[in-house]
């Protein structure tokens, strides 16, 4: 039998973007998932949640379920799924979150996070260790990024097909909000998420539902753990709350970490974020 480190199947990468839901959704799989459908099928996935959960399509089920022409029950039951996430959101954010900005129902703040995620979780069911998602900036990790000598080393003691590899932390950016181009940081993930929230792609568009205007004090936001679809939500949460409130209440949430860029160009950070900077 040949050996794993002269089979390109064991590997070789798959880097494909697709324009989804209002934004582009990036992939890098081992090669395995091309061949076994896993990423096609994560692709049919995003275009799913589009058509069903996009408040820009006039006939998707949220929608069809804002303008009250149908009920939840009339919906997808990923609808129910979403609109109950978003209200453990709401009350772990105390209201900073909300799934009716500007009061109309549009569940966005949460659907992309979870979106990405499970797209990660189709690749992962299928055979995957080693792959990543980045929807338009929300990223999940999924085991590390694959090095060559690693993947030789371990594939010749039994590492299963699919681009399994011991690999270094996947490598994520941050945009610098104040700087269009260029990165504020870079983090190191393994098996989590990465999400943030700010200004730096879509201007001011996040509101802080307590006040009824845009959110101020905060350009960029970002929130690591083991959830994109929550570290999603949070961070758009956080970022509501302004800059105090925000670095008081990302401390107090048990598995996820936050780094924050104020209007002014200062930065904070939690506790335990150090650990995802990747060293200068």
């Known amino acids: ?140 990790c999924v085991g590390g990024r694959p090095v060559p000598s690693a993947a030789g080393a371990l594939a010749g003691g039994g590492t299963p097909a699919g681009g399994a590899t011991a690999g270094a932390p996947w490598r994520v950016g941050i945009a610098d909000p104040h700087r269009p181009g260029r990165l504020a940081l870079v983090v190191e993930a393994r098996d989590c998420g990465v999400a943030t929230s700010g200004t730096a792609e879509r201007g001011t568009h996040i509101i802080n539902p307590h006040a009824g205007r845009p959110a101020a004090g905060l350009a960029s936001l970002t929130v690591a753990g083991p959830s994109l679809a929550l570290a999603d939500a949070c961070a758009t949460a956080a970022f509501a709350m302004g800059p105090d409130r925000a670095r008081a209440w990302a401390e107090s949430l048990p598995g996820y970490e936050a780094y924050a860029i104020t209007e002014t160009g200062q930065t904070w950070q939690t506790a335990g974020f150090a650990a995802f900077i990747v060293a200068a």
């Open 1 to 140: 039998m040949r050996s794993a480190t002269t089979n390109p199947v064991l590997v070789a990468r798959v880097r494909h973007a697709e324009p989804v839901m209002g934004t582009v959704v990036s992939f890098d799989v081992p090669v395995t998932a091309r061949h076994d459908g896993s990423l096609d099928a994560a692709v049919r996935w995003l275009h799913w949640v589009d058509r069903v959960f996009s408040p820009f399509r006039p006939d998707s089920d949220v929608s069809l379920l804002a303008d009250a022409e149908v009920t939840v029950d009339g919906c997808a039951p990923e609808v129910a799924e979403v609109i109950e996430a978003c209200a453990f959101v709401r009350e772990l954010s105390g209201g900073y979150f909300t799934a009716s900005p500007a009061g109309r129902f549009d569940p966005s703040g949460y659907v992309k996070g979870w979106a990405v995620e499970r797209a990660a979780d189709i690749l992962s069911a299928a055979g995957s260790v080693s792959h990543l998602v980045n929807g338009g900036g929300d990223v999940q």
